[in-house]
């Protein structure tokens, strides 16, 4: 019986049953039959998409962005997906990467057994069935809409185990440094302060990847580091402006991105060391302009609508425009700095360049160069080149 009711789910999700008469039919069937057929159907969508290259973070992402923040079970439901699915391998065969984003999560198997894990979500959440069943249902159909995308890591079951190299992660030390600095320039109202913060974290981060680089050069522990991707998600609204800052920071820190806007993430090629810092410095410059944009933005209301989102597209898109002009001299500032020291550092910035840009074109044969965005709000511009000037480097 639970095979028939398997393709009575089927039959929902592709849409040749309408979804309130096969809502229905579920909810007055047996839950003996319906609950092992669901969990059943959710895990198999989800391994489909781990397999086509989802990670565990990035689909919980997508599902969130397309069932609605209303909807929270949609979420729990994927990380419960995650944790049902690792039982069947021993964590130390488990990429770090994919086990780390399930960490994240909080994936824990919860439930008593998988045949009442519907009733079970219904009770944890406080739901009637039905709403949970509507819930379970409504997220195999936005996992069947989700298409396959590049495999970046790995998952279980896939691929031996691939640790990141101790060489090309961030020292731990620096990071806390950084992220310390960086928080000190969120939190403070004193733009001078925030900009002192935010120059030093970027000159921290920019010396110990010219280190890297050279170590690498001399064929140091460095060597053997490969260049590698990671998708960095990219929230609404205003997606495209912010993807804007994000393709700033990355390329001043010798990285390439792939905007993909169907999805909401952004994909940054690099040195695992040097996307860690692009993700640190772009999280920390968002916060900053949500916050210098708050405070500079004309009032709202029915009438000042269009006013404020003009203003606050056009104060995105100077924002990105002068983080990027800034970065970019600090980083040539360090890079000639670096340039008065013994070391054929030019020609190993070179090699490494190549490598992330045949990264880039193995994943994204073919790319289409993105449309800028319209600036209609002159004192949007202004404002958002302000506080560029004031939230960023020397």
Request: hydrophobic share 45%.
């Amino acid at each position: 019986m639970n095979s028939e009711r398997r393709r009575q789910i089927d039959a929902i999700v592709r849409g040749s049953v309408a979804y309130e008469d096969g809502l229905d039919t579920l909810a007055v069937a047996p839950a003996a039959e319906v609950d092992p057929a669901l969990f059943a159907a959710v895990g198999d969508a989800c391994e489909r998409l781990w397999r086509g290259g989802w990670q565990p973070g990035e689909l919980h992402r997508a599902v969130v962005r397309r069932g609605g923040t209303d909807r929270p079970v949609l979420g729990q439901a994927v990380a419960d997906a995650v944790a049902a699915h690792l039982r069947g391998f021993r964590r130390r065969d488990v990429d770090e990467r994919w086990l780390a984003q399930a960490d994240e999560l909080g994936a824990a198997v919860w439930w008593s057994a998988d045949a009442v894990y519907a009733s079970e979500l219904a009770a944890r959440r406080r739901l009637d069935r039905v709403s949970a069943l509507d819930d379970l249902l409504s997220l195999l159909v936005v996992l069947a809409e989700l298409p396959a995308i590049e495999v970046l890591v790995p998952p279980p079951g896939t691929a031996p185990r691939r640790a990141v190299p101790a060489a090309a992660r961030v020292d731990e030390r620096l990071l806390d440094r950084v992220r310390a600095l960086l928080a000190k320039a969120e939190s403070t109202g004193y733009p001078a302060e925030a900009e002192t913060y935010t120059a030093k974290a970027q000159e921290l981060i920019a010396r110990h990847s010219i280190d890297e680089a050279l170590l690498a050069g001399a064929g140091g522990p460095e060597a053997g580091v490969v260049p590698f991707a990671r998708r960095i998600g990219v929230d609404h609204p205003y997606e495209s402006e912010k993807a804007s800052l994000l393709s700033a920071v990355a390329q001043a820190n010798r990285c390439h991105t792939v905007w993909s806007p169907d999805y909401g993430f952004t994909t940054v090629f690099g040195f695992d060391a040097d996307i860690d810092a692009v993700d640190l410095l772009y999280t920390s410059l968002l916060v900053q302009a949500g916050r210098a944009m708050a405070r500079s933005e004309p009032p709202g209301g029915k009438a000042g609508r269009a006013r404020l989102k003009a203003f606050r597209q056009s104060f995105l898109v100077a924002y990105a425009v002068r983080i990027g002009e800034r970065l970019t001299r600090a980083a040539e500032a360090a890079l000639e700095a670096a340039a008065q020291e013994p070391a054929d550092l030019l020609p190993v910035l070179r090699s490494r360049d190549e490598q992330v840009r045949e990264s880039m074109l193995r994943v994204f044969p073919r790319t289409v160069r993105g449309r800028g965005s319209r600036v209609d709000s002159r004192e949007g511009w202004e404002s958002g080149r302000e506080a560029a000037d004031r939230a960023t480097l020397r």
